[in-house]
């Protein structure tokens, strides 16, 4: 048996997939499982004990069709199922199965606020594309394997970390995912633990204007470890406190108590934190704000709220934060 998995990007939706390998794994011990993926994710996947070999999607199309030809799959699972993997699977012509996006339903939710969404997570949903072979959930939840030259030692964090902190996500792919400056440094200024600030290059001001107001109790290390090393920081925290990112996922394949903030997106997009069959860690909860009649305004997110008042991050209640992420 050999399989290739197609999942371009991004982090989070890589690590949502990770039961599908594992559980391909499991069933056939001895497949081939192959993952065609983006070129700038590749590395997500480098500990990873389940895979065979990793394609890049960066190479010319005709190139990379004769490579994945020469492998003769017996099945193709496409997990991404856009027009590049489409056209992928039909250059390749194997079995094969695509997951369902739902985007009728999830249009459906954005725009009319008619949830006529499954009550089921995408990690179930990518699972059905490996179904017709046999494979079942095996109700482990995620993976994720950081390499050992990856790993972050406590005593690399400031003396003030050693006897536990928590890790405070302040970046997300869109900014309606983000938690307002305002908001951060509030609570930043509430919480009464030591704090890792996490994100990309891109938050470097936000970390710097947030280490400003308490510099022994804030870390900050946006933009400045890799995502193996914040994968690492999120593993040995007390709590993560997230917003809807890749982050919040890295940190369910820990089964990390996590305080989860919604901002213009909402869990019902079947996104929300993922641990199989096993309740949530004692202590997690979603934190969103309720009632609003413009959310969700979209099943990803924009670079500024489109009403302009963005109450769905505004209107929360840091105290509730600082007393769920202490409970």
């Given at each position: 048996m050999k399989v290739l998995l197609i999942r371009f990007s991004s982090i989070g939706d890589l690590v949502l997939i990770s039961p599908v390998i594992r559980c391909l794994r499991k069933t056939f011990p001895q497949a081939?499982?192959?993952l065609l993926t983006g070129v700038s994710f590749a590395d997500i996947f480098r500990a990873n004990p389940y895979l065979d070999r990793i394609?890049?999607?960066?190479?010319?199309?005709?190139?990379?069709i004769q490579k994945l030809r020469a492998e003769r799959y017996d099945f193709i699972a496409d997990l991404q199922n856009n027009r590049t993997s489409w056209l992928?699977?039909?250059?390749?012509?194997?079995?094969?199965?695509?997951?369902?996006?739902?985007?009728?339903?999830?249009?459906?939710?954005?725009?009319f606020k008619i949830n006529w969404l499954p009550a089921a997570h995408l990690v179930d949903r990518y699972l059905n594309v490996v179904r017709p072979l046999g494979v079942r959930n095996d109700g482990k939840g995620l993976d994720y394997f950081i390499p050992p030259d990856q790993e972050i030692p406590v005593d690399r964090l400031p003396l003030t970390h050693l006897h536990g902190y928590a890790a405070l996500a302040v970046g997300a792919?869109?900014?309606?995912?983000?938690?307002?400056?305002?908001?951060?440094?509030q609570l930043v200024q509430r919480l009464p633990l030591p704090i890792v600030l996490l994100g990309g290059k891109e938050d470097e001001l936000t970390g710097n204007l947030l280490q400003e107001l308490a510099p022994l109790k804030v870390h900050h290390a946006?933009?400045?470890?890799?995502?193996?090393?914040?994968?690492?920081?999120?593993?040995?925290?007390?709590?993560v406190i997230t917003p809807d990112t890749g982050l919040m996922h890295i940190a369910a394949a820990f089964r990390k108590r996590i305080i989860s903030v919604w901002g213009n997106t909402v869990p019902a997009l079947g996104m929300f934190p993922y641990f199989g069959d096993e309740p949530p860690p004692a202590g997690s909860r979603i934190v969103e704000r309720a009632g609003l009649s413009c959310r969700p305004c979209s099943k990803l997110g924009f670079?500024?709220?489109?009403?302009?008042?963005?109450?769905?991050?505004?209107?929360?209640?840091?105290?509730e934060i600082v007393r769920l992420a202490m409970a």
């Open positions: 081939q499982i192959h394609f890049w999607q960066q190479e010319p199309l005709p190139r990379l992928i699977r039909r250059l390749l012509g194997r079995r094969q199965a695509a997951v369902h996006k739902l985007n009728l339903e999830k249009w459906l939710l954005v725009n792919a869109h900014a309606t995912k983000k938690m307002p400056l305002a908001k951060l440094q946006c933009g400045r470890l890799t995502l193996h090393q914040s994968a690492s920081v999120i593993r040995q925290a007390r709590v670079s500024r709220c489109p009403k302009g008042h963005f109450r769905c991050m505004n209107d929360l209640d840091v105290d």
